[in-house]
């Protein structure tokens, strides 16, 4: 039992390591990328996309906010990704 | 008949309310979804089945919000209304975000992110995350605290979730329902139900409310979004989960689940490829006494793969999309509840719109007995959407 704890661990450990040494090499990190895009990337991850047309921009105010909690977006992304949405609806 | 009106006057009040305040800060949403099913079983009588989850949410400010959706059904011929989360969140910072209430349960992305009707892609769950499709091995939702965020590295994402809760309940006597609320029949909805199992001790009770003893459980995910298209996740919970004051007391319970969901648009196969898989090990301990003398340890797993061909010029083909899906339970014998089954299924959907979906699934299950196994046919008709 123990033993398969801390394997996961050390497994998740090395990912995390491997994720960092990737990360820095990416050129294109999320906080520079276009609301557009964000929404593509991370908008139909779970569900289908849903359209911009589909709220109004109150409403996508609170969705995005209901979004940024449920898929643990960052700030950045939920701001671009909302005004994204709300100059496309 | 009465909990229906009081819930259309309620709609009509948040509506207006909600166009009255349109132009205010306080902002406010109704959203939710409903299904209808045809559910035909080789030896059962076909039958229609309905539910209705509406969702409120309303946000004060761009940092707190509030949560809550009901969960309407009918059962025994009487609507029944479930809370199914009612949560306050607050963006504290850039890494934390906190939630106070009754919340879906980060450690299990099933339920956070693919148990709602117009989202999961095939009429029902998985084996292990419902009590009413036999043992439930993991929470369905928490009642307690939780601290959650996503933190970039690079152009890679960590994703976190740490919660305290009520927990999980060991059931120990035959016929008691911890908390009153009994498991009920096979139920392929799509939705999260707790309860206990009748007759059978051993499971744990997912219900939350109240707490049988004044440990809480703690719980959480660390998920690593690899690349946009990948996730994998590690979730897990401790908690004890006997009674206090009783010779059960000290037992505990721990749960493992790893988890992976890959989504992406695959040019060359002109679609949309999904797949998602958890797979959940729960060790309760042995408290070596009567009936619950036995290693009590299960293991449950799914893995679903799904395609869309998107990008083909048709569009009715456009909007179909197969799915298949392998799930799998396995219990000690020595329980009561101890029938080990294997199930496959496969779906075709139609989708109407991004959140309208006609689904048609044949499933395959087989059960584990002593004296042999058996396998029973199932076929589901669904018409979902989520508003």
């Not at chain 1, 979004?67 to 609806?89: D, Q, S």
């Not at chain 2, 207006?16 to 559910?39: C, H, V």
């Not at chain 2, 939705?191 to 009770?205: K, N, Q, R, V, Y």
């Not at chain 2, 909007?319 to 075709?348: C, H, M, S, W």
């Amino acid at each position: 039992m123990k033993n398969k704890i801390s394997k996961i661990l050390f497994v998740s450990l090395v990912v995390a390591f491997i994720l960092i040494v990737l990360g820095c090499a990416a050129d294109l990190t999320n906080a520079n990328k276009p609301g557009a895009l964000l929404w593509g990337e991370n908008c139909g991850r779970c569900h289908n996309v849903r359209p911009p047309s589909s709220l109004t921009d109150s409403e996508w105010d609170v969705a995005v906010l209901h979004m940024r909690t449920r898929a643990n977006l960052t700030e950045t992304e939920a701001e671009k990704i909302v005004v994204f949405l709300k100059a496309a609806n | 008949m009465k909990k229906v009106k009081i819930l259309i006057a309620f709609i009509l009040s948040f509506m207006l309310s909600q166009s009255l305040m349109a132009q205010k800060e306080q902002k406010s949403l109704l959203t939710g979804y409903g299904f209808t099913n045809l559910e035909i079983e080789s030896d059962d009588p076909a039958q229609f089945k309905i539910g209705f989850n509406p969702i409120f949410l309303w946000s004060i400010n761009n940092n707190i919000l509030f949560e809550s959706e009901l969960e309407f059904e009918i059962e025994d011929n009487s609507t029944v209304v479930v809370i199914e989360y009612a949560q306050i969140m607050y963006i504290a910072n850039a890494y934390m975000t906190f939630g106070a209430g009754k919340f879906l349960s980060p450690n299990n992305i099933f339920s956070e992110r693919y148990h709602p009707a117009w989202i999961n892609k095939l009429p029902n769950m998985p084996l292990g995350l419902s009590a009413h499709s036999g043992a439930q091995l993991l929470a369905g939702t928490q009642v307690g605290l939780q601290v959650r965020s996503g933190i970039p590295v690079g152009s890679s994402k960590i994703v976190y979730a740490l919660y305290v809760s009520n927990g999980p309940a060991l059931i120990v006597d035959e016929d008691e329902d911890i908390h009153g609320e009994g498991g009920g029949d096979e139920d392929p909805h799509g939705e999260i139900e707790e309860g206990g199992h009748h007759g059978a001790t051993g499971p744990l009770s997912f219900s939350n409310i109240p707490d049988n003893n004044s440990d809480k459980a703690i719980g959480g995910r660390i998920g690593f979004i690899l690349f946009p298209e990948l996730e994998i996740g590690y979730g897990f919970e401790t908690a004890r989960v006997g009674t206090d004051d009783t010779e059960f007391s000290d037992v505990r319970s721990f749960n493992n689940v790893v988890d992976l969901s890959y989504v992406q648009d695959i040019k060359s196969l002109a679609g949309k490829v999904d797949v998602r898989s958890q797979f959940t090990w729960l060790n309760v301990d042995n408290p070596g006494i009567d009936h619950l003398n036995y290693e009590n340890n299960s293991t449950a797993w799914y893995a679903q793969f799904a395609y869309q061909p998107y990008y083909i010029e048709s569009s009715f083909l456009q909007n179909l999309e197969f799915v298949v899906r392998y799930d799998q339970i396995d219990l000690p014998k020595e329980a009561e509840l101890n029938t080990d089954q294997n199930r496959i299924t496969v779906g075709v959907n139609y989708w109407l719109n991004h959140s309208t979906v006609i689904k048609f699934a044949y499933g395959n299950i087989t059960s584990e007995h002593e004296d042999g196994s058996e396998s029973e046919s199932t076929l589901i008709f669904q018409i979902a959407m989520g508003f």
